[in-house]
């Protein structure tokens, strides 16, 4: 069986902003990822970070904008704060970009740790074991120790007061 011919290196820059530009139309795109795909796609290093650069200098990508839009997709998803902080630094969004976009979202952490805890397991728990897996849960989705224990006291309250 005949194995088909690699493609050549795409070189030109035009083209990769190009496509970087049908990536962007998509969804927002950090600078790293933008890149490594656009070299996963054929592009040679200096024909996609020349790409990326134009795209950056028209404001086209935004790595702030990037962060933003994660940020509050993962917080959408019943994620902590240090969860998307991290995910974030993997991204390789500088720290000023992540402050900033973790600032953006403006929310109550504890409010949203209760309605983490509330989706996932229902009832509020009555024994401790319970109460642990609830605050391990909590910690896992990246929920700082005493937002968990806060936002587990207040869903305990709420169903106390409530019921």
Not at 120 to 128: N, V
């Amino acid at each position: 069986m005949r194995r088909p011919k690699p493609k050549p290196p795409r070189d030109d820059p035009d083209d990769a902003h190009a496509a970087g530009l049908r990536l962007l139309a998509r969804r927002e795109h950090g600078v790293l990822e933008l890149a490594r795909k656009l070299r996963q796609r054929g592009f040679t290093a200096e024909a996609a970070d020349a790409g990326v650069e134009r795209l950056v200098a028209e404001g086209l990508l935004s790595e702030r904008r990037f962060a933003e839009a994660l940020a509050r997709h993962r917080m959408a998803q019943g994620y902590g704060e240090s969860r998307i902080r991290a995910e974030l630094a993997q991204h390789g969004i500088e720290a000023a970009d992540i402050g900033h976009a973790i600032g953006e979202l403006e929310v109550d952490w504890v409010a949203r740790a209760m309605d983490q805890a509330r989706r996932h397991f229902g009832l509020p728990p009555d024994t401790s074991d319970d109460r642990q897996r609830v605050l391990r849960h909590l910690l896992q989705r990246g929920f700082a120790m005493a937002t968990a224990k806060a936002g587990l006291a207040r869903w305990r309250e709420n169903e106390h007061s409530s019921g």
